[in-house]
């Protein structure tokens, strides 16, 4: 590993797609300056909190529309494809053993409204040419849900082992003789012209002809602190997810298991360890002010687990809690990845994969060398930073949104009268529309016009009236 103080790309971050990124770029015959902790504990780093689940169908929603399917759809495909040559490639570098893929990933159905949620999984895998096959609950081994009626295979996913990948790319890094590792937070970006300058918390500046700004959440924080660097990017939202391992499970699962994504976040999702513990993951919520260091609340690890014991394995009530991880996920506004040169043409970005980071993240290193390579390959791609993307007003966020509203408030399983959930979401969606005259709401919508933000707004709500 090269530790001179300058080089021709500097890397900011190392979760999985800044890691991916250097060795992309080292391997191009560049030398590379990272720039992140390599020591500690990571606190909210999305990468080393993941499962993780290679999901290139099993995020889609039946309410996404048909536009954002196929270019999400396309370049997870476009990932996976290329995956296990980039783990080969990792482990060589590394000089170790990769974490091995388990092929395929089961999503269940629990709810009536699933099978909607399972034929939209299964129309966006066969239009890819891989298609999945329904079963019974009986065939998934690991599942034990009597609230479980059918379950999707899908044979084009895979689990893998998040911390033993990370692990492998960051011991790659640190063995690669171009890419050089600075133990250290980025804290200001300057342009002196020739060249960047990249200031640390403890250390001497690093120097670079051009920046891969892969910081995660902690991005629109670095370009707040570098006030004269102008990259005229769009905010970097921050999902923050729960997760936990758990050792003596019953019965452990062969290929991850996981529900559709519902009540605005991911689905709940065990996925089997190398060590053998079981992940079980994970809670999802919009966070205004990313907290790193600040540790998961009871009611996060309530929803987890009882979404988990419900949904996926009643047995999961008799495992031991080994730890318990907190990851802020970054997002866009229209939910794409930000990927490409900003309107500074040294200052590249590579972030806001929300969760599908352990899937994208070689696809992305392959895009940025290509952008360096290439200027102007990816101006009209559609995780260009420099794209449009419209803003949604409240009234468009709650739209077809009351059964997720309603199903948020009950928890998947809970049991209203015949007709009360369509009633219950109409009533609270006019609830949050006319909660719009509240300052708080609208400044939360302003910072945040997505629809994750619609549980938030329903405290807001819920606060001004008590």
């Known amino acids: 590993m090269n530790m001179t103080r300058s080089a021709d790309i500097a890397v900011i971050g190392a979760g999985i797609v800044g890691l991916a990124c250097a060795l992309e770029l080292a391997q191009a015959g560049t030398s590379v300056a990272v720039v992140a902790p390599r020591t500690g504990d990571h606190a909210g780093q999305a990468s080393r909190a993941a499962g993780a689940m290679l999901t290139v169908f099993s995020e889609v929603e039946a309410a996404h529309p048909q536009q954002r399917v196929e270019v999400e759809v396309a370049e997870r495909v476009a990932a996976r494809a290329g995956y296990d040559a980039w783990l080969e490639q990792v482990a060589d570098l590394a000089g170790r053993p990769a974490p091995a893929l388990t092929p395929g990933v089961w999503v269940t159905a629990s709810v009536p409204a699933d099978r909607g949620e399972l034929a939209a999984i299964a129309a966006a895998a066969a239009n890819a040419g891989l298609a999945g096959q329904l079963h019974s609950p009986g065939d998934v081994p690991g599942l034990h849900s009597k609230s479980v009626f059918e379950a999707l295979w899908l044979p084009g996913e895979a689990g893998v082992d998040a911390g033993e990948l990370v692990a492998a790319a960051a011991a790659a890094a640190m063995a690669h003789p171009r890419i050089a590792w600075f133990d250290a937070d980025a804290s200001r970006i300057t342009d002196n012209g020739t060249d960047l300058r990249i200031e640390v918390t403890d250390g001497e500046p690093v120097t670079a002809e051009h920046l891969v700004l892969a910081a995660g959440v902690q991005t629109s924080a670095i370009v707040r602190r570098s006030p004269g660097l102008a990259l005229d990017l769009p905010p970097v939202l921050a999902g923050r997810g729960v997760s936990m391992m758990l050792q003596a499970v019953p019965e452990r699962v062969e290929s991850p298991i996981r529900t559709p994504n519902r009540g605005f976040a991911c689905g709940a999702h065990l996925v089997a360890r190398s060590d053998g513990r079981t992940y079980l993951g994970a809670t999802n919520r919009l966070s205004t002010r990313p907290e790193p260091g600040r540790r998961a609340s009871v009611d996060e690890i309530a929803t987890l687990l009882h979404d988990g014991v419900h949904e996926l394995n009643a047995g999961l009530r008799d495992a031991q809690v080994t730890d318990v991880r907190v990851g802020y996920r970054p997002y866009t506004v229209d939910h794409l990845p930000l990927v490409g040169r900003t309107a500074n043409h040294k200052v590249l970005v590579a972030t806001a994969t929300y969760r599908c980071g352990i899937l994208l993240a070689p696809r992305v290193a392959t895009l940025i060398r290509s952008e360096l390579e290439h200027p102007g390959t990816l101006d009209d791609h559609s995780y260009s930073p420099r794209r ?73 709500a819920g606060r001004s009236t008590r």
């Open 388 to 460: 449009a993307m419209p803003v949604p007003d409240l009234a468009q966020l709650v739209h077809g949104r009351g059964d997720a509203l309603a199903e948020l408030l009950c928890q998947p399983g809970g049991h209203l009268p015949g007709g009360a959930v369509d009633q219950l979401g109409s009533v609270l969606c006019a609830a949050l529309v006319h909660q719009h005259a509240d300052p708080a709401v609208r400044r939360l919508t302003r910072s945040a016009p997505v629809e994750e933000v619609l549980p938030l707004l329903l405290d807001v």
